[in-house]
Structures are given as structure tokens and as C-alpha cells.
């Protein structure tokens, strides 16, 4: 039977944990629950999907060049690493984004594998049509993400309990949210998630 359900880790990267280039304030600390989910989904035989901030030391998308971020996540580098405790089955499916130097791209869902495939490709090829999205950083990538998502009809199940956000204004996570809510995500916590498989 094909899969219908899928997690999508957005950017659980050093670069994005404190101590790294452009930290979201504890955006180390959902690292464990990530990983309870990934036991959950593993349990389960549903994919796992990774992405990655994967960028080109010369990008519009930094400062330097006339973008709004300080350098992150370049290509091979420490800053674009996996978080190391983040444990990641050999099966996750690692997608790759940020990689043209002329745009932003914060979602995931204009990433690709390593073969180029971009995501709704591969999704569309597993019969995948729920996804449980978390990861770094509530009020860009994984905003940016959930409402591509949910644009291209996938049901989306936001991971509260595994997201963070950069906050640059104190309530950004908060409307990225409700914003998120509102076109149709629904809200799940390890907890529920335990109690919806007992159903
Ligand atoms: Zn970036």
C-alpha cells in the first residue's frame, strides 16, 4: 500500500541553533521532540523528509549582495549541517533549497533531492497526501512551506510542539500561526498525534 502520510523536518540546521549564524532562540531545543517523531514515523514505515538551507556563497539572499540575512547555511559547511543530534533515519529523503544565488526560496516545497526531483514530485509519486511539518523556523520556512502546502492541496498537519521562530517582532510566530491555521493547517502535539493513532 502507498503511503499517505509523510514528516517534512524543515531546516534543523547549526545555523539555525544558538551558536550559529542566524540562530532562532531555542531552536535547539525541539531537536528530541523531532526526533520522537521520527521514531513515530519510522515505527510507521511513513517517508521522512529533511530539508536543508543550501546555499552559494555569493547569493542576493545575504546581505552582502543586497538580501535581508546575515551568511547561513552555505554549501558544505559546518553552519549548513544537520543539528548532530538530530537522528535522522538512513532512509530520510534530504531535500535541498536556497541554491539559486538571484532568489530567497524559505520553502521547502521548492526544494529537490539530490537528483533534482522536486518535492511535490517525489510526494506525488509515493501517493503522500498529509504532511506533518516542523523544524526552523515557525515564522519563515516553515510558514512558507505550510501555506505551499496547503496551495497545492496537501493536508497539512503543523507540529506545535516542534517548531520555533526567529521573532524578529515579538508576536512574528504567533501570527505565522494563525496565519498558518487559518488557510487550513491543523494544529498537532505529540501528544494527539498518540491519541489520533489509537483511533
Ligand atoms: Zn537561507
Known sequence: MKAKKALLIVDLQNDFCPGGALAVPEGDKIVPIINKYIKIFTK????????????????????????????HCVQNTFGAAFHPKLKLTKDTILLYKG???????????????????????????????????????TDYCVKSTTLDALKARFKVKLLLDAIKGVNL?????????????????????????GR????
Not at 533534482?116 to 501517493?127: D, F, H, S, V, Y
Not at 489520533?196 to 483511533?199: A, D, H, I, T, V
Request: glycine share 6%.
Open 169 to 193: 517582532k515579538p508576536d512574528d510566530s504567533k501570527k505565522a500561526i494563525q496565519q498558518m491555521l487559518k488557510k487550513g493547517a491543523k494544529k498537532i502535539t505529540l501528544k494527539t498525534l
Open 99 to 137: 541554491m539559486d544565488p538571484k532568489k530567497d526560496s524559505y520553502s521547502a516545497f521548492a526544494a529537490e533531492d539530490l537528483s533534482k526531483r522536486p518535492l511535490p514530485k517525489i510526494l506525488k509519486r509515493l501517493g503522500i497526501k498529509e504532511l506533518y511539518i516542523g523544524g526552523l523556523a
Open 44 to 71: 510507521n514505515k511513513w517517508p521522512i523528509f529533511a530539508s536543508r538551507d543550501w546555499h552559494p556563497r555569493k547569493t542576493k539572499h545575504f546581505k552582502e549582495f543586497g538580501g535581508s540575512w546575515p551568511v
Open 196 to 199: 489520533e493513532k489509537c483511533l
